[in-house]
């Protein structure tokens, strides 16, 4: 399959995060995208670099302001405290209900809070660098497609599906399946399906696409009831104004199994079918594997090749976008699987 690999990930390589008060050793780490550039060299598939500059499309789903911020941030940072270069910046406060998110602080810290939804997602030097030219191979992956390709693969990190219009979180900043199915829309698609199958809802994209009608959005996930991002991802979100209806949620408990996942998968796609999509984006994550550190969901490595074999069958023009999964070592092959299980049935 075509690929495109994101030749700066690794400048994204924050220490820490957060678990229950304390800090722990960031799950998504660089060797995550190693592991899966390997697996796809060691199955045959190149990797290309990224020859596309996401900015317009960035600029359609995302806010000026947060974009501005967010190419500026370590910067800020520094400036703030020289010593600060080894120091990884975390929002503290944050503007909730009855707050102000109008008016953009000068504080830097406060900026953070006001252009992210948790404190799990830890900026490091060269973050924006890195979620730059991941934007940039998403976009690479979808003119690829637009171009005329049966399918192309993005892999990159950090992930994107939790990057709303303004926003970071989730341990995303820029919403790369978001700047997929926009340069589809751009370049000759009517109709793009957005699936997500990360084990986590995608609620950064569900709201850069709520209220629209020209891209569907569908995503299988862990119920958010007791599932990070815990705020978004229930079944009665169905899109609204011009959107309306062109948005499910297909919750999952934890614990679920294939039989149970295979069977939301089949509803998404009876409603892609219907929709008369002309394009699918995936935002593939793969952390619904049952060995994942941080989630509950149990496919196994044979269930990815299962999941290619299907969305192959849907017949349609398909981009693929890296998002998840943090069992790093076995990241690779569940991620190639769904690929080569696609092209061979495809
Ligand atoms: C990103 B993606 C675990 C903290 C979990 C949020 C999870 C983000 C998942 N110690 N923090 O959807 O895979
Ligand atoms: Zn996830």
């Not at 690999?5 to 229950?20: D, G, I, Q, S």
């Not at 670099?49 to 190419?71: C, E, G, K, M, T």
């Not at 503007?95 to 102000?100: A, M």
């Not at 602080?105 to 404190?119: C, E, Q």
Request: hydrophobic letters at 40%.
């Amino acid at each position: 399959m075509i690929s495109f690999h994101n030749p700066l990930h690794h400048r994204h390589a924050p220490v820490h995060e957060f678990y229950r008060g304390e800090r722990v050793p960031c799950f998504e780490k660089p060797v995550r995208a190693q592991y899966v550039e390997d697996a796809l060299r060691e199955r045959g598939h190149g990797l290309l670099a990224p020859d596309v500059d996401s900015s317009p499309v960035l600029a359609q789903i995302h806010a000026p302001r947060y974009l501005a911020f967010l190419q500026s941030a370590w910067q800020q940072w520094l400036a703030l405290d020289a010593a600060n270069a080894s120091v990884q910046p975390f929002p503290s406060v944050w503007p909730v209900r009855s707050l102000r998110s109008d008016v953009e602080p000068d504080n830097f810290v406060a900026k953070l809070g006001l252009y992210s939804m948790d404190n799990g997602t830890p900026m490091a030097e060269g973050t924006w660098e890195a979620a730059k030219a991941g934007a940039d191979a998403a976009a690479s992956a979808a003119a690829r497609v637009a171009q005329g390709a049966r399918a192309a693969f993005c892999c990159t990190r950090p992930p994107g599906h939790h990057a709303g219009p303004d926003f970071m979180g989730g341990y995303c900043f820029l919403n790369n399946a978001a700047v997929a199915a926009q340069w589809l829309r751009n370049h000759g698609s009517d109709r793009v399906a957005l699936l997500d199958v990360d084990y986590h809802h995608g609620n950064g994209t569900q709201s850069i696409f709520y209220d629209r009608a020209d891209v569907l959005f569908i995503s299988m996930h862990g119920d958010p009831r007791t599932e990070y991002p815990f705020y978004l991802g229930h079944a009665d979100e169905t899109g609204a104004g011009q959107g309306a209806g062109f948005n499910l949620n297909l919750p999952l408990p934890a614990g679920t199994s294939a039989d149970t996942w295979f069977a939301a998968l089949e509803q998404a796609c009876v409603r892609i079918t219907q929709y008369q999509a002309d394009t699918l984006v995936v935002s593939l994550g793969l952390d619904a594997f049952e060995d994942d550190p941080i989630s509950k969901f149990a496919l196994k490595t044979t269930d990815f090749t299962r999941l290619g074999e299907r969305l192959a069958a849907l017949g349609l023009p398909t981009v693929f976008v890296l998002e998840g999964g943090y069992a790093a070592a076995e990241l690779g092959h569940n991620a190639v699987n769904v690929l080569d299980g696609f092209e061979q049935a495809a």
